[in-house]
């Protein structure tokens, strides 16, 4: 009688196999599913680090680089193959022995795409400034309007913001942080609102301070109306782009460009005393008015944070915002939202992410 030995090799690689048929026909939507976040989620990650990386370069006096990210292709590989062998025996007790393998391999090779910002889309996006018609705009949709500010204006009517480059007067004008503070205060209290007039020539946009009749929004109106040179019972004010206090009982508003943005949160980095001492860079230009916190606030350290929102090495040093700071954060978020919009066109297209599904 004829013996046969049966030798059935079974792994859960040949289980894989078989199962991916019919039952893995979904995992292109799953990866898709999935992916789509992680890949939104790195892209922002990686935004976040380079504002920090441009920021701290700037404060030791190097130059800012700008990538943008023009693509993102994940491909992925998944197949499957099994293998069924039967050899007889030639010496000893006769037989044969059936052997069943299985193999399963599965890649994923992502390819990114990043361009250099360079040349007249560089002077476009990043050096020149922003109009005040596509600044304040964005303190109409919820965004603070002092950060906004302090981040994206130099002057208004002649009041002075800090700069790192003003001399004995870097520190910016007391009356300046006081307006920008009394403007938030009239946000929060709805006392403020924005008016935008557009036509097929140009836009123009107001101050509007709305009818109130509480008596504690009434005076800090009041206190607007006097710091930007208004009318006494005046209710709203045409913002244009200046210095000084223009004509017609307007207001003119000196905005920064992008890389100004940078370079003013940059100069209120406090650094190693010994950074400054041996010229690697400047002192930090000091914070005045009622908020005397910079609008980030950036730490140093000799070794990487337990925890951060976003960190970086560089020259040496650690340096990071700090996940508990909500005011630095959300200061970090409308620059990098700031910046979006002084791109507009004049960037490449955004991002285009392939995810295959099938």
């Given amino acids: 009688m004829l013996l046969v030995h049966v030798r059935l090799v079974v792994t859960w690689l040949v289980l894989a196999v078989v199962l991916s048929a019919p039952g893995c026909a979904g995992l292109g939507a799953r990866a898709l599913n999935r992916d789509h976040l992680e890949y939104a989620a790195a892209l ?178 009041d206190d607007v109306r006097r710091l930007l040179g208004m009318a006494p019972a005046a209710r709203e004010v045409e913002i244009v782009y200046g210095s000084g206090q223009p004509s017609g009982g307007r207001v003119a508003i000196l905005t920064r460009s992008v890389l100004g943005m940078l370079g003013e949160v940059a100069a209120q980095i406090e650094i190693p005393v010994e950074d400054v001492q041996t010229g690697r860079a400047q002192p930090a230009v000091p914070v005045i008015g009622a908020d005397t916190r910079p609008v980030i606030v950036v730490r140093s350290g000799p070794s990487q944070p337990s925890t951060s929102y976003v960190s970086l090495s560089y020259g040496g040093r650690w340096f990071w915002i700090e996940e508990t700071d909500f005011k630095s954060k959300l200061a970090l978020s409308i620059l990098d939202l700031v910046r979006n919009v002084a791109e507009g066109s004049h960037s490449p297209q955004a991002p285009v992410i392939t995810i295959p599904a099938g």
């Fill in 44 to 221: 922002a990650d990686a935004e976040k680090r380079e504002a920090l990386f441009n920021i701290v370069r700037l404060r030791y006096g190097d130059h800012p680089v700008f990538l943008s990210t023009t693509q993102v292709i994940s491909g992925y590989t998944f197949e499957g193959s099994t293998e069924a062998r039967v050899a007889g025996e030639t010496s000893g007790e006769p037989g044969a022995a059936l052997e069943a393998l299985g193999v399963l391999r599965y890649s994923d090779h992502p390819t990114f795409t990043f361009a250099p910002v360079t040349g007249e889309q560089f002077a476009e996006s990043y050096i020149r400034p922003l109009s005040p018609g596509q600044l304040l705009p964005l303190a109409q949709s919820g965004l603070p309007i002092d950060v906004l500010l302090r981040l994206g204006v130099q002057s208004i009517s002649g009041l002075q913001n800090s700069s790192p480059l003003g001399g004995s007067a870097r520190a910016g004008s007391p009356d300046f942080f006081l307006l920008v503070n009394q403007l938030r205060n009239l946000q929060e209290a709805g006392g403020l609102a924005l008016r935008v007039q557009a036509d097929a020539k140009n836009t123009r946009i107001f101050f509007v301070l709305r009818e109130e009749n509480d008596r504690d929004i009434r005076h800090i109106q």
